[in-house]
T-cell receptor
Framework: NAGVTQTPKFQVLKTGQSMTLQCAQD?????MYWYRQDPGMGLRLIYY???????DKGEVPNGYNVSRLNKREFSLRLESAAPSQTSVYFC?????????FGSGTQLSVL | GENVEQHPSTLSVQEGDSAVIKCTYS??????FPWYKQELGKRPQLIID?????GEKKDQRIAVTLNKTAKHFSLHITETQPEDSAVYFC????????????FGSGTRLLVRP
């Protein structure tokens, strides 16, 4: 039982490059989330998906897109990376309100 | 939307002392308030939570109190130990079908041996 799996763990991009962060959960949870974590700013919600087939904006959605591919998978895409998107990204899924987090992706945009 | 403020940003205590972290929230419709602990380099993990119909909840050395009228809630850690050193996040949720959590900015707790 792997829980929530995120890939990659580390990534360095140049400004303007694109990439997709992958997330999969094996707990049969309906809801999935993407958060970013920056020093002194806590965990900020980027996008979430309350159920398969639905996605909604969170607190800081600009510059990102998401896809809920199926019940297990929820991906986050950066179309044109900017230095302000340098952060640690966490995917999570939830059983009721309890969040289970992935191990995070450390992204640097140069 | 919901806004959660957390204080202090850093807290240093002597081993064995108590630690208190406070949070306020803005949306009176919020009814679920969890606390997450994040050790260095690790993912956040739920340590305790409270719902709006309860004023206080305790789990061994950890307790959470909620004041709905004032819209604030607090985490209390007693008899602190070095392994309590971590970043603690409070959060709030309306408990609707999305279960989305809005987090505070975090408190870095250092327990000095």
């Amino acid at each position: 039982n792997a829980g929530v799996t995120q890939t990659p763990k580390f990534q360095v991009l140049k400004t303007g490059q694109s990439m997709t962060l992958q997330c999969a959960q094996d707990m049969n949870h309906n809801s999935m989330y993407w958060y970013r974590q920056d020093p002194g700013m806590g965990l900020r919600l980027i996008y979430y998906s309350a159920s398969e087939g639905t996605t909604d904006k969170g607190e800081v959605p600009n510059g990102y897109n998401v896809s809920r591919l199926n019940k297990r998978e929820f991906s986050l895409r950066l179309e044109s990376a900017a230095p302000s998107q340098t952060s640690v990204y966490f995917c999570a899924s939830s059983a009721m309100e309890k969040l289970f987090f992935g191990s995070g992706t450390q992204l640097s945009v140069l | 939307g919901e806004n959660v403020e957390q204080h202090p940003s850093t807290l240093s205590v002597q081993e064995g002392d108590s630690a208190v972290i406070k949070c306020t929230y803005s949306d009176s419709a919020s009814n679920y308030f969890p606390w997450y602990k994040q050790e260095l380099g690790k993912r956040p993990q739920l340590i305790i939570d409270i719902r709006s119909n309860v004023g206080e909840k305790k789990d061994q050395r950890i307790a959470v109190t909620l004041n709905k009228t004032a819209k604030h809630f607090s985490l209390h850690i007693t008899e602190t130990q070095p392994e309590d050193s971590a970043v603690y996040f409070c959060a709030a949720s309306k408990g609707d079908s999305s279960y989305k959590l809005i987090f505070g900015s975090g408190t870095r707790l250092l327990v000095r041996p």
